[in-house]
């Protein structure tokens, strides 16, 4: 079974670091990209960047870019996504999910369980 | 970026009604458009890819159409199960955008 598998709930400071992860199983790891989607507090998903691991090539949205970094450890089969400062405005869940090259296999699927950050002093 | 608009924003419709959920984009973008299930508290779900392409294991009731700006999406006798917010998403051109979701409920 493909699936994506999350780390658990963090609560953080304001101006804190932080990293949370996304394990890929049943699949070829290097062979799709691994995409990072947002949703605020009763908000809709917005999409935060995705990464190839075969070449780390990263793209991120412009809404994003600079405050975010993705990553991946591919002896790992593991997607990173971290942030150096965090701000009360980072307060969200988090989703990993796994996507084709683009436009030809570009859809979502499967998706991670999700990762709630919150962000308060 | 592609701007994605759904419509309506919310529904509430009776066991067994068929419903209707549109989606335009703001530029052609071929068939490169998919939908996902939320239900509350649960990550997405793929439902339909491709514009009208049903994944493998997705129940037939659900069924989407359309190409270049224009889509739909259908839900043939809705089941109480089927409470969701419903996104559509295009990924002809990066970055991939999503409409703002539809909330179905039961009446």
């Known amino acids: 079974e493909v699936q994506l598998v999350q780390s658990g709930a963090e609560v953080k400071k304001p101006g804190e670091s932080l990293r949370i992860s996304c394990k890929g199983s049943g699949y070829s790891f290097t062979n799709y990209w691994i995409t990072w989607v947002r949703q605020m507090p009763g908000k809709g998903l917005e999409w935060m960047a995705r990464?190839?691991?075969?070449?780390?090539?990263?793209y991120y949205s412009p809404s994003f870019q600079g405050h975010v970094t993705i990553s991946t450890d591919n002896s790992l089969s593991t997607a990173y996504l971290q942030w150096s400062s965090l701000k009360a405005s980072d307060t969200a869940i988090y989703y990993c999910?796994?996507?084709?090259?683009?436009?030809?296999?570009?859809?979502?699927?499967?998706w991670g369980q999700g990762t709630l950050v919150t962000v308060s002093s | 970026d592609i701007q994605m608009t759904q419509s309506p924003s919310s529904l509430s419709a009776s066991v067994g009604d068929r419903v209707t959920i549109t989606c335009q984009a703001s530029q052609d973008i071929s068939k490169y458009l998919s939908w996902y299930q939320q239900k509350p508290g649960k990550a997405p779900k793929l439902l339909i890819y491709?514009?009208?392409n049903l994944k493998t294991g997705v129940p037939s009731g659900f069924s989407g159409s359309g190409s270049g700006t224009d889509f739909t999406f259908t839900i043939t006798g809705l089941q109480p199960e089927d409470t969701a917010t419903y996104y559509c998403?295009?990924?002809?051109?990066?970055?991939?955008?999503f409409g703002p979701g539809t909330k179905v409920d039961i009446k």
């Open positions: 998403q295009q990924y002809d051109s990066l970055p991939p955008t």
């Open positions: 999910a796994r996507t084709g090259v683009f436009p030809s296999k570009g859809w979502f699927d499967p």
């Open positions: 990464i190839d691991p075969s070449d780390s090539y990263t």
């Open positions: 491709d514009a009208s």
